[in-house]
């Protein structure tokens, strides 16, 4: 296929009505290469604002591919039965007010987390799944984790800068809250699971 419909390079000012193609009206061979430029777009991890940020914004893949706003979803959803057969699942979530896509594997694990920042990540999570009113500040973790002796309050600190860097949590106002990664790799049911193991502790 010649045309690129992920050309990053494109003018975004320019209009090319020529390639605001239905998905009805894409030959399957421009179909195909279109899916595997998003594979590789949806799949890859970078640095955004000093985070780690996985796959790409609703606005990038509209001006990349120059697709309207349904079409592009038609598309997005399409994609998602086809990626389903490879046991990948795309995955929506939000960023500062933005949508984003990714892709994840079906039997996903994260791999990046070493177990102190597990069981610090783990701790915010059974606090804002179990009580969503109460703020959730640096000084409460460390109650819960340096006080009682469960951990060294350094490695809390260097647990929250990291899982800060990695895009799990973000500081507003002084209290904690999920960022988009924590969404990405732990789902209703895992949080949920979490909260019963917290109430245990």
């Known amino acids: 296929m010649e045309e690129n419909h992920l050309d990053q390079t494109s003018d975004t000012?320019?209009?090319?009505?020529?390639?605001?193609?239905?998905?009805?009206?894409?030959s399957d061979e421009e179909k195909g290469e279109l899916f595997r430029e998003l594979t590789t777009i949806l799949s890859r991890k970078?640095?955004?604002?000093?985070?780690?940020?996985?796959?790409?914004?609703?606005?990038?893949?509209?001006?990349a591919t120059r697709f309207d706003i349904q079409t592009l979803r038609e598309t997005i959803e399409e994609y998602k039965s086809f990626v389903q057969i490879l046991g990948l699942n795309v995955i929506e979530y939000d960023m500062d007010g933005e949508k984003w896509y990714c892709l994840r594997s079906s039997?996903?694990?994260?791999?990046?987390?070493?177990?102190?920042?597990?069981?610090?990540?783990?701790?915010?999570?059974?606090?804002?799944?179990?009580?969503?009113?109460?703020?959730?500040?640096?000084?409460?973790?460390?109650?819960?984790?340096?006080?009682?002796?469960?951990?060294?309050?350094?490695?809390?600190?260097?647990?929250?800068?990291?899982?800060?860097?990695?895009?799990?949590?973000?500081k507003k106002q002084n209290e904690w809250e999920y960022n988009y990664r924590t969404y990405i790799e732990f789902g209703d049911e895992e949080r949920d699971r979490i909260v019963e193991e917290f109430r245990k502790i």
Do not use: H
């Not at 193609?21 to 894409?26: A, H, T």
């Not at 640095?47 to 796959?55: A, E, P, Q, S, Y």
């Open 46 to 63: 970078w640095i955004k604002d000093k985070v780690t940020v996985f796959g790409c914004s609703e606005l990038d893949l509209l001006l």
């Open 13 to 26: 000012n320019e209009v090319a009505e020529e390639n605001n193609f239905l998905p009805s009206s894409i």
């Open 107 to 170: 039997n996903y694990a994260p791999s990046d987390l070493q177990s102190s920042e597990l069981i610090v990540l783990g701790t915010i999570i059974a606090y804002l799944e179990d009580d969503k009113q109460k703020p959730i500040t640096t000084e409460k973790i460390k109650e819960k984790l340096v006080v009682t002796g469960r951990m060294k309050e350094y490695l809390v600190d260097n647990s929250l800068r990291i899982l800060t860097r990695l895009g799990y949590i973000k």
